[in-house]
């Protein structure tokens, strides 16, 4: 234990010597908060409900994705695991006596938390500026269910993106390619940037059979209260469901892409 | 009999390596076929290394001693074969293994880049539960041994590569591996750096008993070093032996050095032997391994000697030679 607090600690020295990258990527968060919430203030002027939504609860729903996004999306791993496999930078880890799939959640949870005190910061101020009227969920059950489930999704998005970078024990030379791939879709059917019961049922049913509704969709649905009762139940079990499946698959792919590995450049 | 520290039977690694044909019609090709071979980088070689013992691994670039290493070190899972470090299978990286043995390698950094060296000595600390006073002991030993005391609260990526190397080494040190392997540690440090490391080297050996394997490109530091090596190329182990007996089972000649009173005409010593050096009155022959003594005899009876030895070939040519195929 003590040996992943120290990583915890490095993680966050290291995260103050990049100062610029850190403000850069604040911003583009807060453009994309800002984008998110002029478009759905201006569809509500004149309507007191949309697609079974109040503007409390999609203007909740947009400043939460600032929150949950930060919080479940966010990870350095994301940008370094395929180039340590590529480059070889993975012996280093496999030398020692660290996991390294507990090492990277260490460094993702170290610039999570991190990240997320801007993330409030930030909130609390455009509240101040925007005054909105915001929903507070009515159920304390709401609140534990937003909970239970933002730490699933913080699970479901580190295996899927690992599965996604492992790849790259069998082709060293495209660590992107997937990767890619599967960042855009947790951006897009994650729900980031539209609740997606919106979509039609079809679709929308289509969706929960995939991990990404997870991710950002479910958390905050079920703390704006669009999500209750036996569905709230239901929708838990299957987050917590997709979290083992996708620890099971990662693991497997983990073991064999070791054999695999040409330790290369080193 | 004592277990050896390192076993290794039949030890076999093979890559698979897709080949692209040259040019950017090449690379188009190689997205629709592509033609693979493997690459035998390691072809069955067998060898034990006793506590204690300091090898040298010696070999041109490609022979194999790298992925050896990777192997022992449990990094590349084996094509086939056995092999044993303190008695655990490598490959299944038990910290119990792990906490007592390390790599080096001269090429790579395991250091923090952004964060002073200091930093990484303490997460290596934790992460091999080494406990504080003797954390504290072996920092202060080994950076007194390497005089890099006061540079490591500075940012690594403005340390020099001798500087880094050095840390580099602390880093793979602190908790104190029972067997240690050296991929060229030496490799682009200045004369005066070579010279500590070697020195270093040979001390941590001595004071901890450490098993050694080491890799080189500079002959200097496995003359040095190590009693014994293990010759490998193209994945096949040449020779196993004592450094000293390599000269004599591949080196076909001796030479032989000698001064004359006067000027001589070289002409004349051509059937005493090969003529390899001749600066006027002191020249270099070489002559065939038995015929020696008897052409030295030759050389007394016939010419004004004022001073005749006879030498081993240098290891540097034996080896050259070895490794071009061919006896010397």
New interface residues.
């Given amino acids: 234990m003590h040996k992943y607090i120290k990583v915890f600690n490095v993680s966050w020295q290291n995260e103050f010597t990049y100062r610029l990258n850190f403000i850069l990527w604040r911003i583009r968060n807060l453009l994309r908060f800002l984008m998110t919430y002029f478009l759905w203030s201006g569809i509500f002027i004149g309507q007191r409900q949309i697609f079974g939504y109040s503007q409390e609860q999609i203007i909740t729903y947009v400043f939460l994705v600032l929150i949950v996004q930060t919080f479940v999306t966010s990870a350095p791993s994301q940008d370094n695991i395929g180039g340590e496999i590529a480059n070889g930078d993975l012996s280093n880890y496999l030398l020692k006596p660290v996991s390294y799939i507990k090492y990277w959640f260490t460094r993702d949870l170290a610039s999570k938390l991190f990240n997320l005190f801007f993330a409030v910061f930030e909130i609390t101020l455009l509240w101040l500026i925007f005054r909105p009227a915001v929903f507070f969920p009515a159920q304390v059950l709401s609140i534990a269910g937003f909970f239970l489930s933002v730490t699933a999704a913080v699970f479901i998005n580190y295996f899927l993106s690992l599965v996604a970078r492992f790849v790259t024990f069998w082709t060293p030379e495209n660590t992107w390619g997937i990767a890619f791939v599967v960042l855009v879709l947790i951006e897009i059917l994650g729900g980031g940037i539209f609740p997606l019961d919106v979509l039609p049922k079809p679709a929308f049913f289509a969706l929960q059979l995939t991990p990404f509704p997870y991710l950002v969709y479910f958390p905050i649905a079920i703390f704006v209260g669009k999500v209750t009762g036996l569905y709230l139940i239901q929708v838990l079990l299957q987050s917590y469901v997709w979290v083992f499946m996708l620890y099971w698959v990662m693991m497997k792919i983990w073991q064999v892409g070791l054999k695999v590995y040409g330790s290369e450049g080193r | 009999m004592e277990d050896p520290v390192i076993k290794v039977k039949d030890l076999k690694k093979y ?1 698979r390596i897709h080949q692209k044909e040259p040019g950017l019609a090449g690379s188009v090709k190689s997205l629709f076929s592509r033609k693979y071979y493997n690459v035998e980088a390691v072809n069955d070689i067998s060898f034990e290394i006793g506590e204690g013992e300091l090898v040298g691994f010696i070999g041109p670039n490609g022979a194999g001693k ?1 992925t050896t290493l ?1 192997v022992l ?5 084996p094509t086939s074969g056995y092999v044993r470090v303190l008695g655990f299978e490598p490959f299944k ?1 038990q ?1 119990k293994f ?2 007592q043995f ?2 080096v ?1 001269g ?2 950094n ?1 250091l ?1 880049w ?2 002073p060296a200091w ?2 000595f ?3 600390k ?4 080494v406990p504080d006073n003797q954390f504290e002991t072996i920092v202060h030993e080994l950076s007194e041994m390497l005089e890099i005391k006061d540079i490591l609260k500075v940012q690594v990526r403005k340390l020099s590569l001798g500087q880094r190397m050095k840390a580099e080494l602390v880093a793979a040190l602190l908790h104190s591996p029972k067997v240690l392997f050296l991929d060229e540690p030496t490799i682009g440090l200045d004369v005066v750096a070579q010279k500590k490391m070697r020195d270093f080297v040979k001390e941590y050996n001595q004071q901890y008993k450490a098993t050694i394997i080491l890799t080189s490109h500079y002959m200097g530091d496995v003359k040095e070093l190590c009693k014994r090596v293990i010759v490998i190329d193209k994945g096949i182990i040449l020779y196993d032996g004592l450094l000293e007996k390599i000269v004599e089972k591949f080196a076909a000649h001796k030479v032989i050095k000698v001064d004359f009173e006067k000027p001589i005409d070289p002409e004349k010593l051509k059937n005493i032997g090969e003529i390899k050096e001749n600066e006027e009155m002191h020249y270099l022959i070489h002559v065939p391994r038995k015929e020696a003594p008897k052409r030295a005899a030759k050389l007394l009876d016939n010419f004004p000697v004022v001073d005749l030895t006879i030498e081993e070939p240098p290891i540097e040519d034996v080896i050259r030679q070895v490794f071009n195929g061919g006896k010397v």
């Fill in positions: 890559y790298t990777k070190s449990g990094l590349l899972y990286r910290p792990q906490k390390s790599l390698m090429q790579k395991q923090w952004d964060l930093e990484s303490i997460l290596n934790e992460i091999y539960e």
